[in-house]
Nanobody
Framework: QVHLKESGGGLVQAGGSLRLSCAAS????????MGWHRQAPGKKRELVAR???????KYADSVKGRFTIARHNAENTVSLEMNSLKSEDQGVYYC???????????????WGQGTQVTVSS
């Protein structure tokens, strides 16, 4: 089993910044992709940012230039630096990791429990 622990959510004024962190632990052989999704009330969960083990990064268009994802492979962690936050960034942010648990195991997605980001105007 793999556990993802998130931290760093909270309340921030529009235009402000927050940093989210996520640490993966447990039965990990290697981790392929790590990233962040978010879900606003009444909306579907959507990709925010994703980084591969090789460092290729994808951002949602809505966060490009404002958010920065960073990954530390040796520590199995991923962070999301969020700047110039807007009300539309508000929601629950979920960490995701695509984990291979053993040499002959298939990759499997694991999700964190989510952390709330609230942006006040």
């Amino acid at each position: 089993q793999v556990h993802l622990k998130e931290s760093g959510g909270g309340l921030v004024q529009a235009g402000g910044s927050l940093r989210l962190s996520c640490a993966a632990s447990g039965s990990i052989f290697n981790i392929r992709d790590m990233g962040w999704h978010r879900q606003a009330p009444g909306k579907k969960r959507e990709l925010v940012a994703r980084v591969t083990a090789g460092g290729d990064i994808k951002y949602a268009d809505s966060v490009k230039g404002r958010f920065t994802i960073a990954r530390h492979n040796a520590e199995n962690t991923v962070s999301l630096e969020m700047n110039s936050l807007k009300s539309e960034d508000q929601g629950v942010y979920y960490c995701i990791a695509t984990v291979v648990e053993g040499l002959w195991s298939a990759a499997k997605d694991y999700w964190g429990q989510g952390t709330q980001v609230t942006v006040s105007s």
